[in-house]
């Protein structure tokens, strides 16, 4: 999967003195976390970068759910890595940094959930389709479920959620969070959705759907 939180890692604590406080924000957020940045491409097909879907697609659904009066908090705004951000972590893994820097954000903002946009690739070309990846709590499951049916709808897919079991930002941010595999760049069809503008605001839209329907009932 195209996701740079693939490998799980032991769980790291930002210190007291280096904490950040937002006092802004007084109620709890949605975080959208856009996937990879800067330095880290994340997957690709031809000369297309997962960094570049992510960031469009996310921005879309923060500007979705604003224009509905959500308080939502995008985590990057351009092409960069959060590992940049990261100067309190001693560690020499800049993949590390960038996990725990996405992670810390949960943690220093009253957050209700956390939607983590990536895209997928597989050595199977037929592959396609979104697949949504949840942690092993019911209400990130229902997330999950929430966001996959929103999804499959737009592609006309029956595909399940999916347990993210060895991901970092699912076994250690303690809120509902999810990752989303918005489709496969490695699929044509999936890649030609992905790309262009009118595709990535119809996933956008779904997204914000499902994140919509999630709160609406829970």
């Given at each position: 999967m195209g996701s740079a939180s693939a490998t799980a890692a032991p769980a790291v604590q930002q210190k007291d003195d280096d904490h950040i406080s937002h006092t802004v924000f007084r109620h709890p957020v949605i975080i959208i976390d856009a996937g990879h940045g800067g330095i880290d491409g994340g997957t690709s097909a031809d000369d297309l970068l997962e960094k570049h879907i992510n960031l469009s697609i996310s921005q879309k659904v923060y500007m979705k759910l604003k224009s509905k009066g959500y308080p939502v908090v995008l985590n990057r705004n351009g092409?960069?890595?959060?590992?940049?951000?990261?100067?309190?972590?001693?560690?020499?893994?800049?993949?590390?940094?960038?996990?725990?820097?996405?992670?810390?954000?949960?943690?220093?903002?009253?957050?209700?959930?956390?939607?983590?946009?990536?895209?997928?690739?597989?050595?199977?070309?037929?592959?396609?389709?979104?697949v949504v990846l949840h942690q092993r709590e019911g209400r990130s499951y229902m997330l999950a479920e929430s966001i996959q049916s929103s999804l499959n709808t737009m592609y006309q897919t029956d595909l399940s959620v999916e347990w993210g079991k060895p991901f970092y930002l699912l076994n250690y941010i303690k809120k509902p969070a999810v990752i989303v595999e918005a489709g496969f760049i490695s699929n044509l069809q999936d890649r030609e959705m992905l790309s262009s503008s009118s595709g990535q605001k119809q996933i956008a839209e779904a997204i914000s759907s499902g994140i919509i329907y999630y709160l609406s009932v829970l």
């Open positions: 092409d960069y890595a959060l590992s940049d951000d990261n100067t309190w972590l001693k560690s020499r893994s800049r993949h590390l940094k960038d996990l725990a820097q996405r992670k810390g954000l949960s943690d220093e903002l009253p957050s209700d959930l956390i939607v983590s946009v990536h895209v997928n690739w597989s050595k199977k070309e037929k592959s396609h389709g979104p």
